[in-house]
C-alpha cells in the first residue's frame, strides 16, 4: 500500500493546523492518518489512490454515500449557483422546516443553525432559560459536541470539566447519571429535582461503542421530567433520520420528548444543526422570544437544499430497507465471528449503526447467538456481557482498537471509525459485496 502522500501532506498539516487536523478523531490513529481525495458510493479513495470500503460515512450525515442521488445533487449546484447566502430568509429553509415538521411529531417548530454542537449549546440555554433553572443532568460517556456544560468528567454532582480553559464552575451545573440506570436518575431528581433545567440525553449512545436504550429507560427519563417541571431534550444529531427511519429515534421508542437537537443526516453532507421542539418552548428564541440565538449561515440555502432533498430521497426510495438491511447482516455475521473467534467481544447497534465493542468477557459457550446485535434484551444469552453504559464501553480493551485492530482493517482496504468509541454507518451506496469483503475482513483481523 503507498502512503507517500498521506505521510507528506500529514507533515504538512502539522506545521499549520494543531495535531494536523481540523477535527480531532482524524488523528486517532497513528503514525498518521490517510488523506482522501474522492468517495464515490460506499467507497473512499485516499490521496495515494488507495481504494477503502467507507463505514465512517462523514460519521455520520451520509445516509445516501458518496454519490448524491440526481435530485440532490441538481438542487445543491442550482441553490450554489443563485448565489450562496444572502443574510435574509430563503423559501427552501421554510420547506425544509415543513418537511421536519411533518414527520416528527414532537417538532412543532424548529430553528436551523451550523452544528450538533450549536444546537446543545442552544438546545440547554432555551431549557435553561424556559423553566428558571440551571442544572442539566447527562449521560456518563455521552458526547453532546464541543459544548461547555456538557464536556464532563465524573459522577452525579462530583463532576468537573473534561477540557482546560472550561472554568470549573461551570461543571457545578452538570450532573451526570449512568445510562440505563433508573435508579440513579431516580435518585438524582429525589434531590435537585426542583432544580434541573433538562434532561440531555442521546436516545441510543452512539459515540461510546453504540449502547441502546433498556426497556423503559427513556419512559422514566420522560416521567421525572414530566413530574418535576424538567424538560426532556433528546440529542438526535446522529440517530436523528437514521434509527427509526423518517420519525427518528423518538418515534421508534415512543417517545415524546420537549425538545431535540438534530444534525448531520438532516444537512445532507454540509454543516447544519437544528433544534426543534413544542412551539410553546420553542417561541421563546429571539426575534419572538427573548432567549438569545443567531447565526449568519444558519439555514445556508445549499445545506437546506441538500438536507430537504436527502430526506425526500429517502421518503420515496427504499433507502431506510436497504441501509437497515444490510445493517442487519454485518451485525448477524459479526456476531457469527466473535462467537468463533472472540467470544467475549460484543457486537452492538441498531438499524444502519454497527459496532465491535473490546469488551473483556463473555460466556464460554454462546448457546445461540445474540438476537439483534446489543439491544439489551433480557432474553438474550449474552446479555448479562453487554455494556449498559459509557463505563462498561470505557472498561474494555479500547487501546486494542487503535493500536492493532484499525491498522489491520485499514490494510485489508476498510475504513472503520478512528476509535473504539464512534459508530460506524452504512449508507445507501454500499452493497452486499461491501458487507462480504468487510466481515472477511474482521475474520482475518480478529
Ligand atoms: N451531539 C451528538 C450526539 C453528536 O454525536 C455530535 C457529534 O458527533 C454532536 C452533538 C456535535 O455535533 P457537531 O460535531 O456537528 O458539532
Wanted: with cysteine; charged share 20%; proline share 6%.
Amino acid at each position: 500500500m503507498h502512503e507517500e502522500n498521506s505521510r507528506n501532506l500529514y507533515d504538512r498539516a502539522l506545521s499549520v493546523m494543531p495535531g494536523g487536523v481540523n477535527s480531532s478523531v482524524r488523528a486517532a490513529i497513528e503514525p498518521y492518518p490517510f488523506f482522501v481525495e474522492r468517495g464515490d458510493g460506499g467507497h473512499v479513495v485516499d490521496a495515494d489512490g488507495n481504494r477503502y470500503i467507507d463505514w465512517v460515512m462523514g460519521l455520520g450525515p451520509l445516509l445516501l454515500g458518496h454519490d448524491l442521488p440526481q435530485p440532490v445533487a441538481s438542487a445543491v449546484q442550482k441553490h450554489a449557483s443563485n448565489g450562496p447566502m444572502f443574510g435574509a430568509p430563503t423559501p427552501i429553509e421554510v420547506e425544509h422546516a415543513e418537511f421536519v415538521t411533518r414527520h416528527v411529531p414532537s417538532v412543532e417548530m424548529i430553528r436551523f443553525v451550523n452544528s450538533g454542537t450549536e444546537a446543545t449549546v442552544s438546545a440547554v440555554r432555551l431549557a435553561r432559560a424556559y423553566t428558571g433553572r440551571d442544572k442539566v443532568v447527562v449521560m456518563q460517556g455521552s458526547y453532546h459536541g464541543a459544548n461547555d456544560t456538557t464536556l464532563v468528567e465524573g459522577e452525579g454532582t462530583h463532576v468537573h470539566p473534561s477540557s482546560p480553559g472550561i472554568p470549573d464552575d461551570f461543571a457545578e451545573h452538570t450532573i451526570a447519571v449512568p445510562f440505563n440506570d433508573h435508579e440513579a436518575a431516580q435518585n438524582v431528581f429525589e434531590e435537585h429535582g426542583d432544580d434541573i433545567a433538562c434532561v440531555l440525553v442521546e436516545p441510543v449512545l452512539a459515540n461510546y461503542g453504540i449502547v441502546t436504550p433498556a426497556d423503559e429507560y427513556h419512559e422514566t427519563l420522560s416521567d421525572l421530567c414530566d413530574d418535576h417541571g424538567s424538560l426532556l431534550v433528546f440529542d438526535e444529531v446522529i440517530t436523528g433520520f437514521r434509527v427509526g427511519g423518517l420519525q427518528c429515534a423518538q418515534g421508534e421508542f415512543g417517545i415524546d420528548p420537549d425538545l431535540t437537537t438534530f444534525g448531520k443526516i438532516i444537512g445532507g453532507g454540509f454543516p447544519v444543526g437544528a433544534i426543534g421542539g413544542k412551539a410553546k418552548i420553542m417561541r421563546n428564541f429571539t426575534p419572538s422570544g427573548d432567549v438569545f440565538q443567531a447565526g449568519t449561515f444558519s439555514g445556508h440555502p445549499v445545506t437546506m437544499a441538500a438536507g430537504l432533498e436527502t430526506l425526500t430521497f429517502a421518503a420515496e426510495n427504499d433507502v431506510y430497507d436497504h441501509v437497515n438491511s444490510l445493517g442487519e447482516q454485518l451485525r448477524r455475521g459479526l456476531t457469527e465471528i466473535c462467537a468463533d473467534q472472540a467470544p467475549e467481544y460484543t457486537v452492538a447497534g441498531l438499524d444502519s449503526m454497527f459496532k465491535v465493542i473490546f469488551t473483556r468477557d463473555g460466556p464460554d459457550d454462546l448457546d445461540g447467538q445474540c438476537e439483534a446485535g446489543c439491544r439489551q434484551r433480557t432474553s438474550c444469552p449474552r446479555y448479562d456481557y453487554c455494556p449498559k453504559n459509557g463505563g462498561d464501553v470505557a472498561a474494555g480493551e479500547t487501546d486494542r482498537w487503535r493500536r492493532v485492530f484499525w491498522p489491520q482493517m485499514k490494510e485489508q482496504g476498510v475504513f472503520l471509525s478512528q476509535n473504539q468509541f464512534e459508530s460506524q454507518f452504512v449508507s445507501y451506496g454500499h452493497t452486499e459485496e461491501d458487507v462480504e469483503e468487510t466481515l472477511e475482513a474482521y475474520k482475518q483481523a480478529l
